[in-house]
């Protein structure tokens, strides 16, 4: 069965703060979702609701139709992975890894050695004493050696060296084509991490203000750039994300939900085109709608 994971009208309230506001999300198996927003937007505690560290105020987050929260059978089908703190623990990276089958039912031991070796993990090292870098190596060891149908990892790139990453990413594209599942990779990486993404969601003041496929999202978005009165002209129907004056020139971010982008007619109009970045398109949106909310 394809897994699917439904937020429906989930609040979250702590004390008196609105952390979270009528989030209705659909997420798919086989799918690698972009989990993006500004710090402090409700990253973190979204995903906490996702892996029923805590129930939602109001409304419900079902896996396969079925409630999550409390629920032993949904929560063994979920892995959250995050910047844990380990200086308490004792154990040796070894007996940690081996303790997992315990608690995961899909966990794969075989694959768990082959990413220990990946990362250069020391099996005989107390889990306490790797370095930062290394103690996020072994989260993602535990979060892609699970095999959850569901596999969340916040911000698990903390410390990690480039070519760690790079391994982390590679493992990412290898699982999701050989074990297909619902991976939540949440980052303020996104140059670095857009490759590996199906769909980004972007959340925004505790709202799910964005969730789109990647390659229709980055056709929704484009600079136009030539003489000033010719693109204030063009773009003056569609939404604009930022704007840029060098004398007599002007380039523009349009953003726009029409079906049929209008770069051609752009084109047409004698304007240069030039695509944007996931990167870029999440400062502006997001600087936009944190202007509109202060106004
Ligand atoms: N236990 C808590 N009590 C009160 N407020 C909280 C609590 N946990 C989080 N918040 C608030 O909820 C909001 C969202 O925090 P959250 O950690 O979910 O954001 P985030 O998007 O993950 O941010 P970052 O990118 O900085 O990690 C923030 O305003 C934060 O201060």
Do not use: W
Not at 33 to 51: C, F, M, P, Q, V
Not at 69 to 96: G, H, W
Request: glycine residues 6%; proline residues 3%.
């Amino acid at each position: 069965m394809q897994e699917h994971v439904e937020f429906h009208d989930v609040s979250l309230k702590i004390g008196r703060d609105t952390i979270l506001e009528d989030i209705n999300l659909t997420l798919e198996g086989g799918k690698t979702y972009g989990l993006l927003g500004r710090n402090g937007a409700g990253k973190t505690s979204l995903l906490s609701l996702l892996a029923a560290f805590r129930p939602a105020s109001t409304g419900a987050i079902r896996l396969n139709g079925e409630k999550i929260f409390e629920n032993p059978s949904a929560m063994q089908q979920i892995c959250f992975s995050y910047d844990k703190d380990y200086s308490e623990e004792t154990e040796k990276v070894k007996s940690l890894l081996k303790n997992l089958e315990f608690y995961r039912s899909h966990f794969d031991h075989e694959y768990a050695d082959r990413l220990v070796e990946r990362f250069n993990l020391p099996l005989n090292k107390a889990v306490s004493k790797l370095s930062t870098g290394m103690q996020s190596a072994f989260n993602v060891t535990i979060g892609l050696a699970s095999r959850c149908p569901v596999t969340i990892f916040d911000e698990s790139y903390l410390g990690m060296d480039a070519p760690t990453r790079d391994i982390f990413y590679q493992e990412i594209l290898r699982e999701q084509s050989e074990h297909p599942r619902i991976f939540i990779l949440s980052t303020h990486l996104v140059s670095e991490m857009d490759h590996l993404f199906d769909d980004v969601i972007m959340i925004q003041n505790g709202r799910a203000v964005l969730h789109d496929d990647y390659e229709t999202l980055m056709t929704k978005a484009f600079y136009v750039t030539g003489d000033g009165d010719a693109v204030e002209r063009f773009s003056k129907p569609y939404r604009v994300l930022d704007r840029q004056q060098l004398g007599g020139t002007t380039s523009a971010l349009i953003y726009t939900d029409a079906v049929d982008t209008p770069q051609k007619e752009a084109h047409e109009q004698g304007l240069d085109v030039h695509h944007v970045t996931l990167q870029d398109l999440f400062i502006h949106l997001t600087k936009e709608v944190t202007q509109d909310a202060n106004s």
